[in-house]
């Protein structure tokens, strides 16, 4: 199961941002690596970071799942050059889950484009990217690779696995697909599965991108890629991790600062589609159009009911672990509702389980924030 | 005011359905028409149908004002060879706007791609569309073109004016801008303004269609149009337009009919993907992008408070009108607690006005639909 391992040179946009990152070339008893969906990958490269130290008794692994865009820098608190984690309120030194007492992994996911195979990847059968080609991708199929980092690295069961959103639902999933492998799970602002506003959202952002005449069937690569679609969606997708009231607290109606003239009419002229631009801009420099294609259609497939045959109840009887399930209540993406859901069929299935529905008016967004509220439920958990 | 008035022959796609569209050419004193931001039309052409009779006291006429993709085709049951109306299950014969009493006027709106003068209108000063150049219009606009129709059609004063989102917007705007002009405003599914939320929307979609490589900053006419980005950009739009509830009711997470195979992977694969991509696909055919881009543009400058430099209180007090202001609590575009804070607003005027938030599980769309409940209160309205 164990490839090589190397620390890499810098590669990726973001220097030494990225210096830390470590790749693990996985396979499966030297053959392909085998999807759920009957794909195979010849090659499958994972980076990651690890933060802290791992016990002699190897007992004291934390992984971190993470969310649709974001990558292996969780944190940047163990050194101070480098650009802050996406989850540095919640992982580093004294933080919720603590690195000087955890050894905290946080792989990329697979399908992604920040350094583990995805469809911008070289596929080794025909030199040129995967793109279209990429084969479809499971948030089982995340489960599985992250078991697979995890005998690369020796580590036979977690303390806790730990994620938001789709990082939540492969927390998640790594119980259900693997349940002598975790010992507690963290589970944010996540659900069983999505819901069909859910499904809509991610159809639209994918028809920005397809409808994209640069999108070119996918076979972009070598060409300008479909930043117009992948910066649309990429906005699109913004509106449902934040809420209505956070928008009307933090932008209103409020002009933007240097409010456009007469020929600026496509242009922003409110502050909200500044903000918004300005991160569909952003995200679409640095993230590959087939990765959100392929990411998006995993979080839509997924349903942890599958477990069951479509029973949530029988699905979470195979769960071994812990679970913190936690929803906040402006979230529209991953309602407290559907939360609550699959709260109801943890208990019905005689796990145990803590479960809270915490005031806050950031939406989707909030896991990554840390509340004090959510920071002390998931220290209060992982010390039990 | 007036120009020349004369009925068309059918000249937009939809053959026969258009047959009873008029049109007329307006002008303010021979002079070009001009805009609220300082534009200015050297043509404005009206494309309106008429249902009913004008009474001799001209006492019984009420402006039926659209929202952002319907046109002057309100309602067919005057005609059965004609395709339904966008309202007919509100205005008609014994509707309870009822067209064998009152003389129903709706015009298509300026900035549309109907009939009325928009951006893929032929400029008469250059001989080629207006394209980007088409100037920025407002909701004040839209009050102002349709008091010069009613001018054209010797109406000095509306029995009533009703309307469902930023046609909504256009009742509550002539009560505002033209207080004698107009007995009662039916304003649904509306509010003074858009919530930063439905701001973020419109920023996104005009995002998709300007992010098209095809739109060519707006110069796309003789060339292949954004279609790809327009589509998407009505999808997402779309969603804003149901709700949560309705779409979890009708879709679910059903896979679609004919559910695509591995290399459909870009395709629908759930019904609501379906659904919403073929909703795209028709509007993109029959709609003009740069008319999207203005239409959302004018629904996003509009703010009733504008009357009152700021104060809603102040703006309500120019108003003669009877109002009948109704949301739907499902709707999250223009949610219940903005439309009563207008509501509120009229109270503290001291102004008549009914205001009902009604049950409905349909969103946004729900004024279009014409629930029983909400047909009883327009009915008592313009009975009362």
Redesign the interface.
């Known amino acids: 199961m164990v490839g090589d391992l190397w620390a890499t040179a810098p590669s990726a946009p973001g220097g030494a941002s990225r210096r830390r990152v470590k790749t693990l070339r996985l396979d499966q008893g030297g053959g392909p690596f085998r999807l759920e969906?009957?794909?195979q990958l010849a090659c499958l490269d994972v980076a990651f970071q690890t933060y802290g130290t791992l016990s002699s008794k190897r007992d004291n692994a934390v992984l971190i799942t993470h969310a649709l865009a974001a990558d292996a820098h969780v944190t940047g608190d163990a050194d101070p050059g480098e650009r802050p984690g996406w989850w540095k309120d919640v992982v580093g030194s004294g933080k919720p889950i603590d690195t000087q007492r955890f050894f905290v992994i946080c792989p990329n996911i697979l399908g992604s484009c920040h350094g583990t195979t995805g469809p911008s990847s070289i596929d080794p059968g025909t030199g040129v990217p995967y793109g279209?080609r990429f084969p479809?991708i499971t948030v089982g199929d995340w489960a599985t690779v992250h078991a697979a980092l995890l005998d690369a690295l020796g580590i036979d069961r977690l303390y806790a696995a730990a994620g938001g959103s789709i990082g939540g639902q492969q927390a998640l999933e790594l119980a259900l697909r693997f349940p002598d492998r975790v010992a507690r799970i963290v589970v944010l602002a996540a659900a069983a599965?999505?819901?069909?506003?859910g499904?809509?959202?991610n159809?639209?952002g994918?028809?920005?991108i397809?409808?994209?005449?640069?999108f070119r069937g996918?076979d972009y690569y070598g060409h300008a890629p479909p930043?117009?679609?992948l910066?649309?969606a990429r906005?699109?997708a913004h509106?449902t991790y934040?809420s209505?009231e956070s928008?009307?607290g933090?932008?209103?109606?409020r002009p933007r600062e240097q409010r456009g003239g007469?020929g600026d009419?496509?242009g922003?002229?409110?502050a909200?589609?500044d903000y918004?631009?300005d991160q569909?801009r952003r995200f679409a420099l640095e993230f590959d159009a087939n990765s959100y294609?392929?990411i998006t259609?995993a979080m839509?497939y997924y349903?942890a009911a599958a477990w069951g045959d479509g029973d949530l109840v029988e699905a979470c009887r195979r769960v071994g672990a812990r679970v913190l399930l936690l929803s906040f209540d402006s979230d529209?993406l991953y309602?407290p509702k559907d939360c609550r859901e699959l709260a109801i069929a943890f208990v019905r299935a005689g796990k145990e389980i803590q479960h809270a529905n915490i005031p806050s008016p950031h939406g989707h967004d909030s896991f990554l924030l840390g509340s004090s509220a959510m920071n002390n439920f998931v220290r209060a958990f992982l010390d039990g």
Chains 1, 2 share one sequence.
């Open positions: 969906l009957g794909g279209p479809r599965r999505l819901s069909a506003q499904l809509a959202f159809a639209c994918r028809a920005s397809v409808g994209d005449p640069h996918g930043t117009g679609g910066s649309a906005m699109m509106i934040l209505d928008m009307r933090t932008f209103g109606r007469a009419a496509f922003a002229e409110f909200v589609e918004l631009a569909g294609l392929a259609r839509d349903d529209w309602p």
